[in-house]
């Protein structure tokens, strides 16, 4: 397809320096050039993180697998949900009529479905399953925010290969360079992975019109969450192995750096795997990886009380929590603490900071793998006591 090949020649390019006037060439260097220092409190002149606990707020309940949420500029919260519907909450409420309804492919049990979402307004970006005649994709479109609808589909990436049940990737972020960012699954083969070019496995980058995409990282499994540090840097999340090359556990979150290669499928977090042949390059580490115990880390984000040092929250799927790690201000790759935040509402999907100093939750416990509660599934507000 013309959207591959056009992706493989920019994620070649992705890989050495470019020409200052096509936007792969921002990918040269640290997303951090794009953010201005003077614009916030310099590190040590921060507070380190004291303990972290919340009053918990339900926001909305009932729902069917909410997946990623966003803030408009007013702080509405739009969400989706897998089986296709992008919802509104307003004032602390749930607005009764979806912003959309849009079909995908999606099936209980399984990754697919109505995915990330994005917001620069006057538009909203989604990451969504779809169905064709040769398997099911994924696709990166824009809508137009008119009112509380979305109308005028823009189709903006297309043919990302789906799984057919697992490994679809899908979080959306809108960076500090002003390119919108997207994750990419493997789809369950790890070939796809182990190639730099291609669309699966991956981080990608473009821009909000849909041009010049191309590979910011690659020899990823299924990496669900990716977040921007207050000075532009690029964390992300990565599920390890369910059992394929033999092996299990081994989550893992990294610090980005733009052409990287992040190991999959040579490496399982900092464990060799049996994968045949020999890496392609040298791989960048994880900054944490879970050992023999599963996580399943799907969205994070950085968050911060006024006065102290953000620390990064990751959702877990299996681990059923959020998971609060601290990093060395002095060193971005060092992750010098980490501990339990939240528990006891089953699978959690997503975390975001919000506008208003608190944090916001996604549960995920109707997905087909979860045990549902009354209230599942849920939107979660979460402020700091």
């Known amino acids: 397809m013309n959207c591959v090949r056009r992706l493989a020649a920019f994620a070649l390019l992705a890989l050495v320096a470019c020409s200052s006037s096509h936007p792969t060439a921002r990918h040269g260097a640290s997303p951090s050039a794009a953010v201005s220092p003077a614009a916030r409190p310099s590190p040590s002149a921060l507070a380190a993180p004291g303990p972290l606990s919340f009053n918990v707020t339900p926001l909305a309940t009932g729902l069917t697998v909410p997946w990623a949420l966003a803030f408009a500029a007013n702080g509405d919260i739009w969400f989706t949900e897998r089986a296709g519907r992008v919802r509104i909450i307003r004032a602390g409420h749930l607005l009764p009529t979806p912003a959309l309804m849009l079909s995908v492919a999606q099936q209980p049990g399984c990754e697919g479905g109505l995915l990330g979402i994005a917001l620069k307004e006057p538009y909203a970006y989604l990451f969504y399953t779809y169905a064709?005649?040769?398997?099911?994709?994924?696709?990166?479109?824009?809508?137009?925010?008119?009112?509380?609808?979305?109308?005028?589909?823009?189709?903006?990436?297309?043919g990302i290969p789906a799984g057919s049940c697992y490994h679809d990737g899908g979080r959306l972020k809108i960076g500090p360079d002003g390119l919108l960012y997207a994750t990419t699954g493997e789809t369950f083969n790890a070939s796809r992975a182990a190639s730099p070019t291609g669309l699966n496995g991956k981080i990608l980058a473009l821009g909000l019109d849909g041009g010049g995409e191309h590979v910011v990282a690659w020899?990823?499994?299924?990496?669900?969450?990716?977040?921007?540090?207050?000075?532009?840097?690029?964390?992300?999340?990565?599920?390890?192995?369910?059992?394929?090359?033999g092996l299990y556990h081994h989550d893992s979150l990294y610090l980005i750096q733009p052409g990287g290669f992040y190991g999959w499928p040579w490496w399982a977090g900092s464990v060799r795997t049996g994968y045949g042949g020999s890496p392609p390059q040298q791989r960048t580490p994880p900054i944490v990886e879970t050992g023999d115990t599963t996580w399943a880390p799907s969205g994070i984000t950085f968050f911060a009380r006024p006065g102290e040092q953000a620390v990064l929250i990751v959702a877990e799927l299996f681990g059923r929590a959020l998971r609060r790690l601290v990093i060395d201000p002095a060193n971005p790759a060092n992750v010098t603490s980490q501990s339990i935040v939240l528990s006891g509402y089953g699978r959690m999907r997503e975390a975001v900071a919000g506008p208003d100093g608190c944090l916001y939750a996604l549960t995920s416990n109707r997905d087909g793998r979860g045990s549902p509660g009354a209230a599942d599934d849920q939107v979660l507000k979460l402020c700091p006591k």
């Open 219 to 245: 020899g990823l499994r299924n990496p669900e969450g990716i977040a921007f540090d207050a000075a532009g840097r690029l964390y992300a999340s990565n599920n390890g192995p369910s059992g394929d090359l």
């Open 132 to 158: 064709s005649g040769s398997g099911n994709l994924n696709r990166i479109a824009r809508f137009t925010i008119q009112g509380d609808q979305l109308v005028s589909e823009k189709v903006l990436l297309d």
